[in-house]
C-alpha cells in the first residue's frame, strides 16, 4: 500500500499518451507526436559547447546550493533587460529543472490545508504538487470565450483566510493564451502572494509577455530553460523569491537536491547571454506552425473562439464529437496515429478539449492534421 499523499497524485496523462505511443512505435506504427510540450529543435550550439567547456574544465562538483553566482547574477540582467525590473541575486535559488523550483516554493508557502488558487483549466502538475504538501487547490474556472484568462473578481470570491497564493501562468499551458497587463494587476492587488509560472516567457508572437515583478514585490517566479531554449533534458530552472522566503527554500533545497548540475548551470550563462539569434530562429518557425495549425483545426471544425498567441499549444474545443477527451485521445491514437492531450489532463474545465502542440516539424504537423481530417470523416460518419 503507498501513502495517502502518493494516492492523491494524480498520472500526467500526456506521458500516458506519449508512452503508449512509443510502444506502437515498437511494434511499427508511425505515430505523429502532437501530444508533448518538448521543442523538436536541438540545444543551440553555444549551449553545448559551455556545456563542454564546462566539463573539460572541471565543472563536476557540488556547487552553492542557490546556485553559482554568476548565473544567478546573468538571470538577474535578464529580468532588468527584458522586464526593467531589479532582482537580486539573493533572491533566486537554481534547481534542477521549473519542476522542482515549484516544489520549492510551495513547501515555503504552504502549511497543511493552506489553499492556493488556480486556473481551471491550468498546467497538471499543480494541483499535485500542492496535494503532496498536504495543501489544498481551489480552481476557479476560465472561459474559452474570455481567452481562458482569469477574472479577477471570480478570484476574489475565492480568497479566504488560508489562501496562501494565486497561481497564474502566462503564456499558459494548456491553452497558449496570455493574461493581460490589466488582469494582473487587478490579479496583484487582491492581497496573497503571486505565484507567476514564466516557463513559456520568450515564445510569445503578438504582443508581449510581462512577468509579475513588473507589477508587485509580493511574489514568486518560477521559470526555466527547458522550453525556450530548448533545454529540456539538461533540466535546469529556477525559482525568485521575496527574500523572507529564500532561507526555507535554501535549506529544502540542501536537503532534497543539494545543487543544480554544476556543468549545465554554465550553461545556462550560455543560454542567456549567447543565443539570441538562435531563439529568434526558433520562435519565428514557431509562428509559422501556429498560424498553420491554428488555421487547419478551424477548417475541420474544431472550436478556437481565441487564438492563441503564446507558448506551442492549441487548445481546441471538440464537446461536439465526445464527452470523454481521455477516451477520444486514445481512440485518435490507436485509429490514426497521432497523439493529442486529452483536455481533461488539465482540470474539470478541460473536458470537451483537446490540445495539439505545434512544437513538431511543419510537415509532421500537416500530415498529422491530414490524419486527422481522415478520422474525423470515419468518426462522422
Same mark, same amino acid.
Do not use: W
Given at each position: 500500500?503507498?501513502?495517502?499523499? @502518493? ?44 556545456? @563542454? ?22 538571470? @538577474? ?10 532582482? *537580486? ?24 490545508? *493552506? ?9 497538471? @502538475? ?62 496583484? *492587488? ?43 533534458? =539538461? ?20 536537503? =532534497? ?73 486514445? *481512440? ?43 478520422? =474525423? ?5
Amino acid at each position: 500500500m503507498s501513502t495517502r499523499r @502518493c494516492e492523491k497524485i494524480t498520472p500526467f496523462i500526456v506521458m500516458d499518451v506519449l508512452e503508449k505511443a512509443n510502444e506502437m512505435e515498437q511494434q511499427g506504427f508511425h505515430v505523429i507526436h502532437l501530444e508533448v510540450g518538448e521543442p523538436d529543435f536541438d540545444t543551440p550550439l553555444s549551449v553545448k559547447d559551455a556545456l @563542454c567547456r564546462a566539463l573539460n574544465n572541471g565543472h563536476t562538483h557540488y556547487t552553492h546550493s542557490l546556485g553559482i553566482l554568476s548565473l544567478r547574477e546573468a538571470i @538577474c540582467a535578464h529580468y532588468e533587460r527584458t522586464y526593467r525590473v531589479s532582482v *537580486d541575486p539573493q533572491q533566486i535559488v537554481v534547481t534542477a529543472g521549473t519542476s522542482p523550483a515549484m516544489l520549492l516554493a510551495f513547501a515555503a508557502l504552504l502549511e497543511s490545508g *493552506d489553499e492556493v488558487i488556480l486556473s481551471d483549466p491550468g498546467y497538471a @502538475c499543480y494541483p499535485n504538487v500542492i496535494h503532496f504538501l498536504n495543501g489544498r487547490p481551489v480552481r476557479v474556472p476560465v472561459a474559452e470565450a474570455d481567452g481562458f484568462q482569469y477574472r479577477p473578481n471570480q478570484i476574489a470570491a475565492k480568497v479566504a483566510p488560508r489562501t496562501k497564493a494565486i497561481v497564474i501562468n502566462s503564456p499558459a499551458n494548456p491553452t497558449g493564451n496570455l493574461l493581460s497587463a490589466e488582469r494582473m494587476q487587478a490579479i496583484s *492587488d487582491l492581497g496573497p502572494l503571486v505565484v507567476s509560472d514564466e516557463i513559456y516567457h520568450g515564445l510569445v508572437y503578438e504582443s508581449r509577455e510581462r512577468s509579475i515583478l513588473e507589477f508587485t514585490d509580493n511574489a514568486m517566479v518560477l521559470n526555466g530553460f527547458s522550453k525556450l531554449y530548448a533545454m529540456t533534458g =539538461l533540466r535546469l530552472g529556477y525559482v525568485i523569491a521575496p527574500e523572507h522566503y529564500m532561507r526555507a527554500m535554501q535549506k529544502v533545497h540542501q536537503n =532534497l537536491f543539494i545543487s543544480a548540475n554544476a556543468a549545465v548551470q554554465q550553461a545556462g550563462i550560455a543560454a542567456l547571454t549567447e543565443t539570441e539569434a538562435d531563439v529568434a530562429r526558433m520562435r519565428a518557425v514557431y509562428n509559422k506552425r501556429r498560424r498553420y495549425m491554428i488555421d487547419r483545426l478551424k477548417t475541420l471544425g474544431l472550436g478556437i473562439t481565441v487564438e492563441p498567441t503564446g507558448a506551442f499549444y492549441v487548445f481546441a474545443n471538440v464537446g461536439h464529437l465526445s464527452a470523454n477527451s481521455y477516451q477520444l485521445a486514445f *481512440d485518435i491514437l490507436e485509429k490514426a496515429h497521432i497523439g493529442v492531450a486529452p483536455g481533461v489532463d488539465f482540470g474539470p474545465g478541460g473536458e470537451g478539449y483537446l490540445r495539439f502542440s505545434y512544437a513538431n516539424a511543419l510537415d509532421n504537423i500537416k500530415e498529422g492534421l491530414d490524419r486527422l481530417e481522415k478520422y =474525423l470523416a470515419t468518426h462522422a460518419a
